[in-house]
Structures are given as C-alpha cells and as structure tokens.
C-alpha cells in the first residue's frame, strides 16, 4: 500500500481514544460508517430542536459525541465520498465533480480507499448503499477494498424506478413494454432503470425504492452477523439512499399535514440508523465505534432543515449549509457519553 494511509475514520478513532486508554489495549474495534445523503444540519433533533422525526439519532447523541462544527470535504456527492474513503481532498485525489451514468471513470484506481487498508489489516470490509465513485470495470466497489457490495451505482434519480408519485419531486416510472417514455422533471432520467447490485450482480432492476431501506438494513445486519461469527473485525461503509430526492418512503402516506414526506423519510432513516446500532450493539456492545455523518447539505426546496445559512441555497455551494453536517460517533465504554464537540473537523 502507498503512503499516505487513507485515514478518516482512524484519524477520528484514535482522537477519540484520547480520552481513554491507548489503542493496544481493546484489541481491533469493528467500525461502522453511516453515511446519509444530503442531511441537513438541522435535520437532526439533536441538533435543532424543532426536528422531532429523529429519537433514534438522538439517542445516539446521547449516549455518544456530537460534533457540531463538522463539515463535509465537498458540498457535492462523489467529491465528499472520494474524500472520506482516501483521506484526501478531491484537488489532491482527483474526484473534484460528480460522475454521470456516463462516466467511463470513477475515484482513481491508484488511490487508496480506508476498506484496502483494513481488509489488509484483517477486516471483513462492507459497502452497503450507494457507490457513487465510478461504476465501469475496476471503480466498482467490490475492486476498491470490499469484500462485499449490495447497493447502487450512483444516485437513485440516476435512473428510473418503479415508484412514481410518491416522490419528492416527482419522477414518472421506468417506461412498461410498448409504451412510450414520457418526460421526466429536469432531474429525472427515465431512459436507464436503476439497478441493484449484489457484488458485481444486477439482482434488482428498477430497483424499488419503497424496499431499499429495509433491504440495507437486512443486508447490514447480515454482513454484521457474518463478520461476528467469523471472528474477524469488520469495516462496514453503510451509504444511504436518505435524503437524496426523490424521496420514497412505504406505504402508508404520511400525513397532510407536518413535515409531509420528508418528515417521513426522515423518520424512515431514523429508524435505520436504530436497528443498526441495535445489531451493533447485540454483538457486543463496546467493540464496534459507529460513526454517522452526512455526504452534504440539503438542497434547497425539498423540505429539510439546514439552519445556519441564511436560507442561502445550500447543497452544491459553499454556504455554510452546504458542507456543514451532522456528526456523531458512539462507541460505549470508549467514548464518554452525552459529549459536545465544538472542535473544526472534516474527513
Ligand atoms: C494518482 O495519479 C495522479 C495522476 O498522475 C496523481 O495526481 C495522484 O497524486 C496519484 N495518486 C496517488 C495516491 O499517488
Ligand atoms: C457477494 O460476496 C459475498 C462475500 O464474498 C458472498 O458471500 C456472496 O455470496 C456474494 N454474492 C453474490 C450474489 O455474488
Ligand atoms: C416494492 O416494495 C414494496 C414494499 O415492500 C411492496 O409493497 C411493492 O409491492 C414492491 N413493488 C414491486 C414492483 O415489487
């Protein structure tokens, strides 16, 4: 491997370790990145009082640290993404926009990813969600340092689903047999169905977006399990289709009234992050540091809470809003609990 190690969740790790023991001691923690799309600073209760979708996260608080000055390496998807996983910015590793279905490219194959560097350290390393970082040949995930991948290319308005309507903006549904495609909104293409990967195997096409939540956490759950009974540590990269628009949530509808589905699919996310931190928490509480953060700001318009920008445009900008994001890391017996960091950080 080549030097410098990619180094986000370590750096943070072991800056966290400073307020226990040295690192030898706890032998290999396991480590759990949950990485939300487009989340707004405000978007968690724990941050901003009048988001009450958010008991689970704020739980997670609670019991862990909250930074609240922590921003993401980029306001954009891909360019947040390629830094987080190498440790560098995209002016040094090279992903400085995000890529299209077109994109023959991705995150540069002589970069080094934080899953290469553990998956040679011993851990079974999972990437579960969205990839983002290049989708032809060997920019696919199971080639950057995972043992295993179960999501999608890229982003879920990156093609189109079965489930229109019930949508944030709404996008028309992958065209059936013999009828014709209609137009989507700007952000909607309809002409490639968005496909599910298991590795490198399309395993859902479209894929269904009212299922895809509980398909990761069913898949994270498993992935935690098998690592567990293996005896290995495990690295697992759980990249969330939340809050990217269109927003899909299962039936039933939300209500009329309140924070309408956007409330809903914040309460959706929520609900993942619980049943992840559950799972964590039942193989072990102690051994796994589970780290939640966001790719970026929220974008204008679609519903979210992102204070502190002057109501400025917010995502794809360098507003405040748009690269400020929620943080938290909670690693029981390690990491003091109900903790408020107000140090500058970013991955
Ligand atoms: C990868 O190659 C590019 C282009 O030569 C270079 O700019 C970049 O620094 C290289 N990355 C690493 C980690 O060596
Ligand atoms: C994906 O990879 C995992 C880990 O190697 C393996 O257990 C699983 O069977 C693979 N699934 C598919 C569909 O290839
Ligand atoms: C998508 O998933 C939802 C929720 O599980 C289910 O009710 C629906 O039938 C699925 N749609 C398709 C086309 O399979």
Redesign the pocket.
Known sequence: MGTPSPRAVLVLAVALLGFSAPWAAYGRPNFIVILADDVGWGDLGANWAETKETPHLDELAAEGMRFVDFHSAASTCSPSRASLLTGRLGARNGVTHNFAITSVGGLPLNETTLAEVLREAGYSTGAIGKWHLGHHGHHHPSFRGFNYFFGIPYSHDMGCT??PGYNLPPCPPCPRLGAAARIGGKDCYTEVALPLFENVTIVQQPV????LA?RYAEEAARFIRGASDSGRPFFLYLALAHMHVPLGV??PPPPASGRGIYGASLSEMDALVGRIKQVADSHGKGNTLLWFTGTAGNPTGCGGSTPGNGGSSAKRTTWEGGHRVPALAYWPGHIPARQTSHALLSP
Request: aromatic share 0%; hydrophobic share 10%.
């Open positions: 079965d489930t269904n977006l009212s299922s509980t299962p039936p």
